[in-house]
T-cell receptor, first 115, second 110 residues
């Protein structure tokens, strides 16, 4: 099975611009979560989608949004970029069983640099 | 909100020495997961523990879930340079998303 695929791998944007990141989960995984990873804050949860519905959202401003398509692929969007948004953005897909995640499988991430 | 803490933050060991990282939650967890992230890489799922007092082994790695389901540990026996990386524990938070601990960064000196 192919793993989680994130595109692009690297991105450089200017303050004020917006960006869209893409994630293709492992086939059969319907849960997709997004995380922001920075050296100072560690892994911070952004949001989680399941069957095209956002089920959970972390403590991030409304500039961060996402969606999931019927094929489980997901996108996240960040508008009006700030320097502090520079980070590694990780997508993880999960199988859900017995009412819980059975383990998150991460993509290689998108390294976003805001200048 | 739920908090997941890990100690130590960093650990430097000589190759062949043992290593242990501890994870503590502010609330009781239904389950706990462990991940490893190599330098420059992405987190890789290692294991999930569900039962109180559960102990699971993967070769030189031993994972434990506390009786009260509020703490967990990962022990590596006879570390190797391939064990280098950051080890994260993660506990569920209001549904399917997980709260990750800050991680323990392991360095192994040859």
């Amino acid at each position: 099975k192919a793993g989680v695929t994130q595109t692009p791998r690297y991105l450089i944007k200017t303050r004020g611009q917006q960006v869209t990141l893409s994630c293709s989960p492992i086939s059969g995984h319907r849960s997709v979560s997004w995380y922001q990873q920075t050296p100072g804050q560690g892994l911070q949860f952004l949001f989680e989608y399941f069957s095209e519905t956002q089920r959970n959202k972390g403590n991030f401003p409304g500039r961060f949004s996402g969606r999931q398509f019927s094929n489980s692929r997901s996108e996240m969007n960040v508008s009006t970029l700030e320097l502090g948004d520079s980070a590694l953005y990780l997508c993880a897909s999960s199988l859900v069983g017995q009412g819980r995640s059975l383990g998150a499988f991460f993509g290689q991430g998108t390294r976003l640099t805001v200048v | 909100g739920q908090q997941v803490m890990q100690i130590p933050q960093y650990q430097h060991v000589q190759e062949g020495e043992d290593f242990t990282t501890y994870c503590n939650s502010s609330t009781t967890l239904s389950n706990i997961q462990w991940y490893k992230q190599r330098p420059g890489g992405h987190p890789v799922f290692l294991i999930q523990l569900v039962k109180s007092g559960e102990v699971k082994k993967q070769k030189r790695l031993t994972f434990q879930f506390g009786e009260a389901k509020k703490n967990s540990s990962l022990h590596i026996t006879a570390t190797q340079t391939t064990d280098v990386g950051t080890y994260f524990c993660a506990g569920p938070n209001y549904g399917q998303n997980f709260v990750f601990g800050p991680g323990t960064r392991l360095s192994v000196l040859p």
